[in-house]
């Protein structure tokens, strides 16, 4: 993307204008924390939001996030729509394409993840409509030699004092000319027409029909569709290879070797896969050939002597544990995980001499140009990249690997390619969820209050390969998520060791969130337990510094019933989280039989401050919890002579709908920022049900999956 440095606005907005074409583009400067007033030596116009509002009166919004189910095609233009006064129903929206102006400034990259969408956006984006909006009436008020104060906006037209009236349309080449105003007054949370209520989200009526289109549905002209042969060994590559059955088969166009692998290039999908399967490959499969799982937990445990970085420090550990009347001690382990979304890998690549397109689902669209350009040689500018829907992600697409098989394929054969894996591809090829050993110690004083907690984590580190320069000092920030107790505990120790276990590893849903508050909150049952308490009591009484946690977790007790009757055979637990802003708290009901553990019901309040839509807030409880309920009860990937033993739903189970619990949400009406939603639910689960196992059956299950055989 050209750079902005040394344009002027109006320039900027006037060359936007001319490369749309059918309309006109506003662009919005947004003010920031660093930015220098307008006219400042240094200073550039740097657009964070886009409306583009046509001559045919159309408006569409860009949305900077990657739609993958969570719910941000509709929450982000809400955000806009409701400070431009247009009607939401009436608008477009586009997926952004790469640039620095879409950067998310809470991750530092144009990445989907960590729970961050509407609360990175939800003051900047509103700013944004609202500086449109103070431009449009401007440009109304000039029109007809009126005081702007006497013009109002409305469902995308600006009426005037005497009953004038113009559409944005017809104000938008005007409005353009004008200064960008910084300084914009916001509705107040109560006073809005959209955002809070609980709006009909606006991908869904495409997603009904047919019409949306997800990666594995892109074509292109004179598109050939590709396979890949991956060594079953990650990381491994090809020692020899005789291609001639595949080549001769029905459709095959091209065979070529690619970085990780072979891909047959044919007609049809089913050709290519039926053609790939032919390949006679004989693998070099590195290092990795002797990996095994016995052999990762039992390096992972000796690692786990080590000392570790500490990433808190508060009171005197030692010293408080000198003085215990009691001492608790436990240590936890959590496997690797797949991501299983449900659609596959897949990329679509269009490599000429002088562009290349490339199009498909990615939650990291700066990251997939950037790879695109290295792996053709082209200018960053040569290179375009169109987001489509994604059938999930949970952080799997911020990694870019397929996108680069894809690219590479086209460049090798020159013409459009689209690459799809298939499921068994896609769950032994993964960048796994980071298995983790977690080590706790705590002491409790004679009234069975802990007065001392130590947590030592030993794991993998994603951010380590992906972004080296976070890792600071040997903690990697994105570990220890959630490791630090919010409870009022006077000492307190926590420390990281970062192991590699030669299995690659990315980020997850709630990334270490569901690694540490399963460690955290199981011990806080087993203090509970060793200090004669009530669960719920035991925390209750360590959050008076934490009133929002403190009033999640009454809420989910009281609206659970807790500690009143339960059916026969029907037992309770309980588990709190701060992440990603958010409070909560939940209450799972179980039952179990044999070495059956059913989850009936799960009561969850959560505190996320303003919502943008409660629908979707909703919408995202259900999924999350239901997506780490299948993680608690079935989730492992396990490794055999280097490979993953796990090859689709039949041996990597998630949770079918008759195994779905009832779900019962509690959302606290906050003026609190907002915060995240699409994550916590996953990562608390774990612990509440694992607490609820342990009133059920007396034995505690201290490693996930939960299996009582």
């Not at 970085?259 to 790939?276: E, F, H, I, Y």
């Not at 054969?413 to 796994?432: I, S």
Request: charged share 20%; proline share 6%.
């Amino acid at each position: 993307m050209e750079s902005l440095e040394g344009r002027s606005r109006r320039e900027f907005l006037k060359t936007s204008a001319a490369a749309g074409g059918a309309g006109l583009i506003l662009g919005i400067v947004l003010p920031d924390a660093h930015a220098q007033p307008a006219g400042a030596p240094g200073a550039a116009a740097m657009p964070n939001a886009w409306v583009k509002i046509g001559r045919d009166n159309s408006i569409t919004i860009l949305s900077a996030r990657s739609e993958m189910g969570q719910g941000v095609y509709t929450a982000l233009p809400t955000l806009v729509a409701e400070e431009l006064e247009v009607d939401l129903a009436k608008i477009k929206v586009e997926i952004a394409p790469p640039g620095e102006v879409y950067i998310n400034a809470m991750l530092g990259g144009q990445i989907t993840g960590g729970s961050t969408s509407v609360p990175e956006a939800y003051d900047k984006l509103r700013i944004a409509g609202a500086q449109a909006r103070t431009m449009l009436v401007a440009a109304a008020a000039l029109r007809w030699g009126v005081d702007a104060s006497a013009c109002r906006a409305h469902d995308g037209t600006v009426q005037g004092p005497g009953g004038e009236r113009a559409t944005y349309g017809e104000l938008a080449e005007a409005a353009s000319q004008l200064p960008v105003p910084l300084d914009v007054k916001l509705k107040a949370h109560k006073d809005s027409r959209y955002v809070g209520k609980p709006i009909k989200r606006l991908d869904t009526p495409n997603k009904t029909n047919g019409s949306a289109e997800f990666g594995i549905d892109v074509k292109l002209p004179g598109m050939l569709y590709a396979s890949l042969a991956q060594c079953p060994v990650i990381g491994g590559k090809v020692a020899s290879l005789d291609v001639a059955k595949a080549r001769s088969m029905p459709g095959v166009k091209h065979v070529v070797q690619v970085t990780d692998g072979v891909a047959v290039v044919a007609d049809s999908w089913w050709q290519a896969k039926v053609a790939r399967d032919a390949l006679d490959i004989n693998w070099d499969e590195g290092v990795s050939g002797s990996l095994s799982s016995e052999g990762i937990a039992s390096a992972l445990k000796a690692a786990a002597a080590k000392a570790g970085a500490v990433f808190k420090k508060q009171g005197d550990f030692d010293a408080g544990m000198k003085g215990a009347a009691k001492t608790v001690e436990a240590a936890y382990e959590l496997p690797f995980l797949a991501h299983a979304p449900m659609e596959p890998m897949n990329f679509t690549a269009d490599v000429r001499k002088d562009s290349c397109l490339i199009c498909g689902p990615t939650q990291f669209q700066q990251l997939a140009a950037g790879v695109a350009a290295q792996v053709t040689g082209l200018k960053p500018e040569q290179i375009t990249v169109r987001t489509t829907f994604l059938g999930g992600g949970f952080g799997r697409r911020i990694d870019v690997d397929f996108i680069v098989q894809a690219v590479e394929i086209s460049k090798a054969v020159g013409a459009p390619v689209k690459l799809l894996w298939t499921r068994e591809d896609d769950m032994t090829h993964d960048f796994y969820r980071p298995t983790s050993y977690h080590q706790l110690r705590a002491a409790l004083d004679a009234q069975g209050r802990p007065v001392a907690l130590k947590y030592h984590m030993t794991s993998p580190s994603v951010t380590s390969r992906l972004f080296p320069p976070v890792v600071k000092d040997g903690v990697d920030p994105f570990m220890t998520e959630a490791a630090a107790v919010p409870y009022d505990i006077p000492n307190q120790l926590a420390d990281v060791v970062i192991h590699d276990t030669g299995v690659r590893v990315g980020y997850w849903r709630s990334v270490s969130h569901a690694l540490n508050a399963f460690a955290n909150e199981s011990f806080m049952d087993e203090l509970a337990l060793a200090a004669g308490k009530d669960p719920c009591e035991f925390r209750r009484s360590l959050l008076d510094n934490k009133p929002r946690l403190k009033h999640v977790l009454e809420l989910a007790a009281q609206s659970a019933g807790w500690g009143k009757p339960l059916p026969a055979g029907r037992y309770r637990g309980i588990a709190l989280m701060e992440g990603y802003g958010t409070s909560m708290a939940q209450v799972a009901e179980v039952s179990v039989q044999g070495e059956t553990v059913r989850v009936h019901r799960v009561v969850v309040a959560a505190d996320l401050g303003k919502m943008v839509n409660p629908n979707i807030v909703r919408q995202q409880l259900e999924g999350s919890i239901i997506y780490g309920l299948s993680a608690v009860l079935y989730g492992e990937i396990t490794l055999r002579n280097g490979r993953v033993q796990q090859s689709n739903f039949h041996d990597y189970q998630v949770v079918r709908m008759p195994e779905s619990p009832t779900i019962e949400m509690h959302l606290v009406d906050s003026d609190e920022k907002p915060a995240g939603i699409g994550e916590p639910g996953t990562a608390l689960i774990g612990p509440t049900v694992a607490n609820a196992v342990f009133a059920a059956t007396g034995k505690r299950l201290r490693r996930l999956p939960l299996r009582l055989a």
